[in-house]
């Protein structure tokens, strides 16, 4: 079965510092693969999506960006943090092939607070 | 645009009743997959239950069934026999199934919070 890691599962950061998150999957290959915030009381904000190695496609953040280094590997990064950066960032995997029939699996998420 | 409502912020059961979550979404594709969500107090997502739009008969997932209601946009989900694992926080979602749209993104609810009484 398939096993999403996050790393870290906690960061405090100050306004203006760079940021990296990874997602790395066990279990299956050539996943689709996701990135998600939850904002503090909201539902899930779709950030950025891959179907392969180097292939991001972005959903909307601006200071935001991702990368796929390698085919069970999903960066978040940021070059600089803004306070509206805070939430819960969550990497999920999809094991169909195709994005239409794709069901979504959650890693354990990793919080993040902007200071 | 897509939109899923969750009308019920919170919900409370006892142990070992049934609780039903409410849940409506707003579409004008015909072909589409509904998904309940779990998050407890560690955050994971876990899916609890999945439909598709085409099948007219309703998922169940143990003591996890839907009540799906494609005219009435409705897609309800019925815990039997709940249990103090139960409590969390039940998102809907709701994912494109059709060529050429954003059928790679979930459109979730602001969610429904369960708390089950002992």
């Known amino acids: 079965s398939q096993t999403i890691h996050q790393w870290p599962a906690t960061l405090v950061q100050p306004v203006g510092s760079p940021l990296s998150l990874e997602c790395t999957v066990e279990g299956t290959s050539n996943p689709n693969l996701y990135w998600y915030r939850q904002a503090a009381g909201r539902g899930l904000q779709l950030l950025f999506y891959s179907v392969g190695i180097g292939q991001i496609s972005s959903e909307v953040p601006q200071n935001l960006s991702a990368s796929r280094p390698q085919d069970r590997q999903f960066i978040l990064s940021s070059k600089k943090l803004l306070l509206s950066d805070s939430g819960f960032y969550l990497c999920?995997?999809?094991?169909?092939?195709?994005?239409?029939?794709?069901?979504?699996?959650f890693g354990p998420g990793t919080r993040l607070t902007v200071l | 645009a897509q939109t899923v409502t969750q009308s019920q912020p919170e919900m409370s059961v006892q142990e070992a009743e049934t609780v039903t979550l409410s849940c409506t979404y707003d579409t004008s594709e015909s072909d589409y997959y509904l998904f309940w969500y779990k998050q407890p107090p560690s955050r994971q997502m876990i899916l609890v239950i999945r439909q598709e739009a085409y099948k007219q008969q309703n998922a169940t997932e143990n003591r996890f069934s839907v009540n799906f209601q494609k005219a009435a946009k409705s897609f309800s989900l019925k815990i039997s026999d709940s249990q103090l694992g139960d409590a969390a926080m039940y998102f809907c979602a709701y994912r494109s199934a059709e060529s050429g749209g954003s059928n790679y993104k979930l459109t979730f609810g602001k969610g429904t919070l369960l708390t089950v009484n002992p």
């Open positions: 999920a995997l999809g094991t169909s092939g195709r994005l239409s029939t794709d069901t979504q699996y």
